[in-house]
């Protein structure tokens, strides 16, 4: 027999055990705040249920263990023999966390039990009343040389699609089968054209000859239980008694089936090697869309290459909308494409519930969570580095921005905090945006803070908002007192680079008394942007679109030199660095004069800088190479790209090159 | 070879028993729960049903009760992959009208094994 390589199957049951995990979770978390709903406890029971049949199945042995005894308890709670309290949900909490170290742990090849899970395992099992050790199965061993079987099949047995004849065979199997006696039992009816060839009337007296083990006997009868009379004793006893329906003993059927085989632990861990290879689920709706397109793009083909094959001028017309419904394709395909590696944010959102929770037992804080907008898709990357600065963010808002019940009752508001967490699409942008009702920004301490490090002068006057844009430079920490929360060296600096890395930007808004609002934007996709091609020298270089604010055209006299020796130029109330990106990056037979070129004035986190280029040739779709990968990391530029002539075309990174004019503004 | 209905909630699950019949030949319909179960089985005729016991939308003894009520279905052998070595819900499942069990963990030999039994 072919051998099936289960190894296959390692993958889904990874990922569908995940997302069994966090549904478990949100279940947990709605019987927590209150839910009495019986469907959230059989949601819990069905993930540890499947986990535990998907563990045992795919030879992940420690997990199974640990699955089975969780299930245990949560089988005496679906069956309402123990009722949900805070300390049930607590450590069934724990116990989801702990199987989520286990499954990465087995997922990166490593073995899924440690000490912890050991431990938590054997709480479990303590907690499960009268601990459900496995029945030793009887030591069944037939001492007699053969059975004497009654078997009388009752009407129905056809309709459950068993059948007398498998059992004949394999009673037949295990030793000599000898046909004493077939009868047609009393429930026949007496006129044969009533007889329903679905029914069942017939009952056989049977001897098996040899030693046959009583187990593999009953393993024949098992699934026949309730759907025949059945009586069995060994032979040379007394002859076969008045016919009892004898409940056949099912459990000493089955541990063979259930043996766990210590065996295929070994194939668990060789086939580990190419573990989280990242795959992603994508809907059926967006393959389907994805192959609409397709049979769009090659009708498309065929129907240019027809006119390619026989050209001539009269034909311009039709190749011209050709090329237009070939872009048009183009662009649909691209933005299908584009949706597969879109995920909504609500698995993100989903892990705050839990994080809230955990933090008012901490802080001793009440707080209502509110999410808005989960539907809302991100691209892939993004969305498995955007968690870490929004836990940040989250933790922030409740453990400084929330007050304490009694310092909101005092001042007015109800006791109950709320954080809400909002997501949608602003253009090509996605806005995630963090908000609590508590104390707002204390711009004081901010500001005091500030100054005592070193960050702004004691004299310098600032606007509220310059105040609030202390708060994410490097080292600034506005915990009074750290908790163990926050105050762990991570500020808000680091939230802002990581979401800078992700080409987006972070910004807040405070009132105080009234609260803060975090706004993240974050792009659409990493893979794509929409930029500016512009010359300089030689070469192009493309500025995302999203940064300018507006290009223009200097007269020589607009720019006037700085103390330090660079330059600025007044754009709108205010002066703005010019950074002439020859210069930047040292382009030969570039525009010098500024009446010549053009200045794109660009900004990053609330800062401009104007950028000085020689011509603006058009707008572009730019599909991101890494230079890192290709050759290095280059300040000021953030990827390569290929433009329409096949050139290679420099990104700008907008954030990098505005640093550099800052430093030479402040130069 | 035999047509045969898988139905497990868990993709891991119903994909290995699905590609462990189809290496043995049979043709294999998968459903997600008891209720696609009951809409692929209204368009097609099946010689065998598997079917996992905890499922949302319709479990699996729900979805036996159903298939048992159609008469195309009535001697149609149906077994259930289960993990509840008790014997209520065996016995549970046998009321609804289930044919057998195969209890999990099992590995793709003892599937076809079963399989055979049952198929003859």
């Known amino acids: 027999m072919a051998t099936v390589d289960l190894s296959q199957f390692h993958q889904t049951f990874f990922e569908e055990s995940r997302e069994g995990l966090d549904a478990m979770e949100a279940a947990l978390l709605a019987l927590d705040s ?100 496995p029945v030793a199965a009887k030591a069944s061993v037939a001492a007699a040389t053969g059975w004497a079987i009654r078997f009388v099949a009752l009407p129905h047995l056809l309709q459950t699609g068993n059948d007398p004849l498998r059992v004949f065979n394999e009673l037949q199997a295990l030793g000599r089968l000898e046909v004493l006696r077939a009868f047609v039992t009393e429930s026949a009816p007496a006129d044969f054209a009533m007889l329903d060839p679905g029914q069942c009337h017939l009952g056989w007296e049977l001897r098996l000859h040899g030693a046959v083990a009583r187990a593999d006997l009953d393993a024949v009868f098992d699934w026949l239980d309730g759907d025949c009379e059945l009586a069995i004793a060994p032979l040379a006893a007394a002859p076969v008694e008045a016919v009892v329906a004898t409940p056949v003993p099912v459990a000493a059927a089955t541990p063979a089936a259930e043996t766990p085989a210590p065996a295929r632990e070994a194939t668990a861990a060789s086939s580990a090697g190419h573990a989280d290879g990242g795959s992603i689920r994508v809907g059926i709706d967006k393959v389907d869309a994805l192959i609409d397109m397709m049979g769009e793009l090659v009708i498309t083909q065929s129907m240019l290459s027809d006119i390619g094959e026989h050209f001539d001028l009269s034909q311009l017309e039709r190749l011209r909308e050709g090329l237009a419904q070939l872009e048009r394709n183009t662009r649909e395909l ?114 005091a803070k500030a100054v005592e490090r070193g960050l702004v002068s004691a004299a310098q006057p600032l606007s509220d908002d310059e105040v609030a844009e202390l708060i994410f430079q490097p080292g600034f920490s506005t915990a009074a007192q750290a908790t163990d929360l926050s105050g762990r060296g991570v500020g808000m600096d680091v939230v802002r680079r990581n979401v800078r890395d992700l080409g987006g930007s972070v910004g807040v808004k405070s009132v105080a008394g009234q609260g803060s609002v975090f706004t993240i934007a974050l792009p659409l996709t990493l893979a794509i942007i929409d930029g500016l091609v512009t010359t300089v020298g030689a070469e192009r270089y493309i500025v995302p679109l999203i940064s300018i604010v507006e290009s223009l055209r200097l007269p020589a006299d607009a720019v006037r030199r700085t103390a330090g020796g660079g330059e600025v130029f007044r754009f709108r109330d205010e002066y703005l660095p010019v950074i002439r990106l020859h210069h930047a990056f040292g382009c030969a037979d570039a525009v010098t004069a500024i009446e010549r070129g053009i200045v794109v004035v660009v900004e990053d986190g609330g800062q401009r800088v104007g950028l000085l280029v020689d011509e603006l040739v058009g707008q572009q779709q730019a599909v991101i190479k890494s230079l890192e990968k290709h050759y290095q990391q280059v300040q000021g530029v953030s990827g390569a790209t290929i433009v329409s002539d096949g050139s290679v075309a420099l990104i700008v990174d907008v954030g990098g090159v505005v640093r550099l004019g800052r430093r030479s503004k402040a130069a | 070879m035999a047509k045969i209905l898988a139905v497990d909630d868990s993709a891991s699950m119903r994909g290995m028993v699905a590609f462990t019949l189809r290496g043995a030949g049979h043709e294999v319909t998968e459903a997600e729960n008891g ?45 259930m992959l289960t993990t509840e070595s008790h014997t209520e819900k065996k016995m549970e499942g046998k009321a609804a009208g289930a044919t057998g069990w195969l209890v999990k963990p099992f590995d793709p030999e003892q599937l076809l094994a079963t399989v055979k039994r049952v198929l003859g």
């Open chain 1, 34 to 133: 209150g839910s009495t709903d019986h469907e959230l406890v059989h949601t819990i029971f069905r993930a540890a249920h499947s986990i535990k049949g998907g563990a045992a199945t795919f030879g992940f042995a420690d997990m199974a263990a640990f699955t089975h005894v969780a299930e245990s308890l949560l089988e005496e709670v679906r069956s309402e023999r123990r009722a949900v309290d805070a300390g049930l949900i607590d450590l069934l909490l724990r116990s989801l966390d702990c199987l989520r170290g286990m499954l990465d742990r087995t997922s990166h090849g490593q073995p899924a039990a440690d000490a912890g899970s050991e431990a938590l395992r054997a709480e479990l099992a303590q907690l499960v009343a009268g601990a459900t050790a």
């Open chain 1, 334 to 447: 691209q933005d299908s494409v584009m949706r597969i590696r879109m995920l909504p944010i609500g698995s993100v959102f989903n892990r705050f519930p839990r994080l809230v929770r955990d933090l008012e037992r901490k802080l001793g804080k009440q707080v209502r969570l509110e999410l808005h907008g989960e539907h809302t898709e991100l691209d892939k990357t993004v969305l498995e580095k955007i968690g870490d600065p929004m836990v940040h963010l989250v933790r922030n808002a409740i453990d400084h921005g929330l007050e304490m019940p009694e310092q909101r009752r005092a001042a007015g508001k109800p006791e109950t905090g709320t954080l809400t967490l909002d997501a949608h699409h602003e253009g090509s942008n996605i806005i995630v945006r963090i908000s609590d009702d508590g104390a707002g920004l204390n711009h004081e301490r901010i500001r």
């Open chain 2, 35 to 79: 209720q696609l179960a009951l809409d692929a089985a209204g368009g097609s005729a099946f010689d065998l049903v598997l079917a996992d016991v905890n499922m949302p939308v319709m479990d699996g003894i729900s979805m036996v009760r159903a298939l048992r009520a159609k008469p195309e279905y009535k001697g149609v052998p149906i077994l």
